[in-house]
């Protein structure tokens, strides 16, 4: 049941080239950052990742997009990275964009043993209907484009309503960032930080956590814990001192303060 891997490099060393990975996080908040990095260490290329953006250029998954160890990114958002905008526009990347509450789901259902669902998002767009372009060749032409999805009918809330079928995503690996976790893998996430996470661990065959507060089996809440350890195989201490970013800062004046020039 001692589920602890020494340090991170260990925990990740079996990821090989291809494999699948899920990550949890959103923007650059709940990330893995330290697995990430171990992976890159590592040397593992031609990844296929699942995560809801791609970090930045510099931070979070973002440095293995940077180093061309990702060939091919599932996700929601674009976000702030221009190295994801210039690999996907020049053909380096592969991309299957898909709208944000669908891949929280097709990640949910593949941890739970359900090969796919139905969902109105999407319906009446090319998410639906086909032709996303997926990657590009190098004259920015679409080379590879989303394939048309089955369309349903369905009586829900009193009505016909059209719905599209969503394949469940599963992958080789899964990596999370919790705050607080134990010897057998249970986790509690802080806040906000908690977004994708326990849906991408569920999704992974392989699940690797990293913890920055370690406590004794027993200390957690049973009705506390985010995700139970039946999901997580290797879980790693890093510590509360790890680095940690803003992807993008807003700030306003105080309610009466005057502008500055």
Same mark, same amino acid.
């Given at each position: ?6 340090? =991170? ?36 290329? !031609? ?86 372009? #997926? ?55 802080? !806040?906000? =930080? ?39 195989? #290797? ?8 680095? !940690? ?17």
């Amino acid at each position: 049941m001692d589920k602890t891997c020494s340090d =991170a490099a260990s925990a990740v060393a079996d990821i090989p080239d291809g494999a699948s990975i899920a990550a949890g996080g959103f923007g650059l908040c709940g990330i893995p950052v330290v697995l990430i990095d171990a992976i890159l260490h590592a040397g593992a290329r !031609k990844l296929h990742v699942v995560s809801n953006n791609c970090g930045v250029e510099d931070w979070g998954l973002g440095v293995l997009l940077s180093a061309g160890r990702i060939a091919a990114m599932t996700s929601s958002y674009v976000g702030e990275n221009k190295e994801f905008e210039r690999q996907y526009l020049s053909g380096e990347l592969e991309l299957d964009l898909v709208p944000q509450g669908t891949l929280a789901e097709k990640l949910r259902a593949g941890g739970s043993g359900i090969a796919g669902f139905f969902t109105q998002a999407g319906v009446g767009t090319q998410v639906a209907e086909g032709g996303l372009p #997926r990657r590009y060749d190098a004259q920015g032409n679409v080379a590879v484009a989303s394939q048309l999805k089955e369309v349903r009918t369905f009586t829900y809330a009193g009505r016909d309503r059209e719905f599209v079928f969503e394949e469940a995503i599963t992958t080789d690996f899964a990596i999370v960032h919790a705050r607080r976790g134990d010897a057998h893998g249970n986790l509690v996430f802080d !806040k906000s =930080a908690r977004n994708f996470s326990p849906l991408a661990a569920m999704a992974g065959r392989v699940c690797i956590a990293e913890v920055e507060q370690f406590v004794p089996v027993g200390a957690l809440d049973p009705d506390q814990v985010h995700l139970p350890g039946v999901f997580v195989h #290797r879980v790693v201490k890093v510590g509360t001192e790890i680095d !940690k970013r803003i992807e993008r800062r807003t700030v306003r004046l105080e309610e009466g303060a005057g502008s500055h020039a």
